[in-house]
T-cell receptor, first 117, second 114 residues
Framework: AQKVTQAQTEISVVEKEDVTLDCVYE???????LFWYKQPPSGELVFLIR??????QNEISGRYSWNFQKSTSSFNFTITASQVVDSAVYFC??????????????FGTGTRLQVTL | KAGVTQTPRYLIKTRGQQVTLSCSPI?????VSWYQQTPGQGLQFLFE???????NKGNFPGRFSGRQFSNSRSEMNVSTLELGDSALYLC?????????????FGEGSWLTVV
C-alpha cells in the first residue's frame, strides 16, 4: 500500500534562512505522481508542484526548489531565503495511476514551518 | 478563473443531526473529490465523483455519502453526526481525475459537532 512519511513535525527558522522539508514515499506502482501543498491557517490547500515518476528532473520556481530521487524514494522541498509569509503547514502527497482515479491522494502528516523575524 | 468554492465555511451541529456540504469545482473540471482533515488522522480521502458517478471511496462508514450533479457541483452528506466527525472537510477538483491531472483544493468547511 502507498505511504508518505514526513518525519519533520515542526521546523522553526529565522527569516532568510534556507530550509528543506523532507518527504519519503512508498509505492509498488511504477507510475505515480507526487505533490506538495501548502496549507495556511485559513485551511485551503494551495498547490505547489506535481511531479510524475518518470521525471526525475529537479525543479526550481523562484525561491522554491524540489529534489526528486527515485533511488531513495524521496521528494524533498527546499525554500531558499525563507520569509515570514512561508509560515504554514506543508504536505507531501502521492497518487498512484492504478487506483482507478488519480484524485485519491495519500498525504503525509505535514510539516509545520514557522519563520520568524 | 474562480477556484474551488465550498459552502458553508463554518458550521456547528449537534450530535445526531445531519449536515450537507457543498462544493463548486473549477469551471471545466469534471472530477470532484472530498477529504476529511482531523488533528488525529490527518488528511483522508473520502470519495471521488466523476460524471455524476462515484468512482472511488475511502474507508469511511456509510453515514458519509455524496453526490455530483450534471454541472459537476458536488455535495457531501454526513448523517447521525458524532463528535469525531468534527473536522475540516476539503473539496478538490481536477480536469478529469486522470493520472497526471493537477488537483486543486478549496478553502474547506469547518464542521464542529457538539
Amino acid at each position: 500500500a502507498q505511504k508518505v512519511t514526513q518525519a519533520q513535525t515542526e521546523i522553526s527558522v529565522v527569516e532568510k534562512e534556507d530550509v528543506t522539508l523532507d518527504c519519503v514515499y512508498e509505492t509498488r506502482d511504477t507510475t505515480y505522481y507526487l505533490f506538495w501543498y501548502k496549507q495556511p491557517p485559513s485551511g485551503e490547500l494551495v498547490f505547489l508542484i506535481r511531479r510524475n515518476s518518470f521525471d526525475e528532473q529537479n525543479e526550481i520556481s523562484g525561491r522554491y526548489s524540489w529534489n526528486f530521487q527515485k533511488s531513495t524514494s524521496s521528494f524533498n522541498f527546499t525554500i531558499t531565503a525563507s520569509q515570514v509569509v512561508d509560515s504554514a503547514v506543508y504536505f507531501c502527497a502521492l497518487s498512484e495511476a492504478n487506483t482507478g482515479t488519480a484524485s485519491k491522494l495519500t498525504f503525509g502528516t505535514g510539516t509545520r514551518l514557522q519563520v520568524t523575524l | 478563473k474562480a477556484g474551488v468554492t465550498q459552502t458553508p465555511r463554518y458550521l456547528i451541529k449537534t450530535r445526531g443531526q445531519q449536515v450537507t456540504l457543498s462544493c463548486s469545482p473549477i469551471s471545466g473540471h469534471r472530477s470532484v473529490s472530498w477529504y476529511q482533515q482531523t488533528p488525529g488522522q490527518g488528511l483522508q480521502f473520502l470519495f471521488e465523483y466523476f460524471s455524476e458517478t462515484q468512482r472511488n471511496k475511502g474507508n469511511f462508514p456509510g453515514r458519509f455519502s455524496g453526490r455530483q450533479f450534471s454541472n459537476s457541483r458536488s455535495e457531501m452528506n454526513v448523517s447521525t453526526l458524532e463528535l469525531g466527525d468534527s473536522a475540516l472537510y476539503l473539496c478538490a477538483s481536477s480536469l478529469a481525475g486522470e493520472p497526471g491531472n493537477t488537483i486543486y483544493f478549496g478553502e474547506g468547511s469547518w464542521l464542529t459537532v457538539v
